[in-house]
């Protein structure tokens, strides 16, 4: 697996071999599928951002990657998510884009730009996977317990690495 981003003059460079492309692309693919899901009852506004019916979506990992500003107060809650859920779903499509268009086996090499919005995605696939697999502070612990032949130890595996990637992405552009 890869060892991770490092510092390239003035952006940074990460190794990555073709099933590490494969890997990346299918859970960037996976969280573009997820972000694309439009709430419903968006409106006329929807061409301005705005949703005239924000509600806090059902799914756990739409719910995390999209949280309640306002946790104490419902209505400020559902007021924030109508101005702001629409331009944040585009962010994370457009950071995807991003990842996915520069997505290839061999060297990859990224100016900062580029970096920051992969470590964007990392961070929101990391969020999906991490909700999925109910992701707790104890994770390493259960990770080290867990059997190689559990069926959930490959995408264990992935999460873990993933954490490694950003990481590294974090320590080289700091």
Request: net charge negative.
């Amino acid at each position: 697996m890869s060892t991770g981003f490092e510092r390239a003059g003035k952006g940074v460079r990460l190794r990555l071999e073709a099933e590490e492309v494969a890997i990346v692309r299918t859970l960037v693919e996976q969280l573009v599928a997820l972000v694309d899901e439009r709430p419903a009852g968006e409106g006329e506004l929807a061409g301005f951002g705005i949703a005239e019916d924000a509600e806090k979506p059902d799914d756990p990992v739409l719910a995390r990657l999209f949280p309640d500003a306002y946790r104490e107060d419902a209505d400020a809650a559902k007021e924030f998510r109508r101005y702001t859920e629409a331009g944040l779903r585009d962010r994370k499509r457009l950071d995807a884009g991003v990842v996915l268009d520069g997505l290839r086996p061999g060297e990859i090499t990224l100016d900062d730009d580029q970096a920051h919005a992969w470590l964007r995605v990392l961070n929101d696939v990391r969020l999906a996977l991490g909700t999925r697999l109910d992701i707790t502070e104890e994770f390493y612990d259960r990770l080290d317990r867990l059997d190689i032949s559990d069926p959930r130890y490959p995408t264990f595996a992935v999460y873990d690495w993933l954490t490694v990637l950003q990481e590294s992405l974090v320590r080289a552009l700091w």
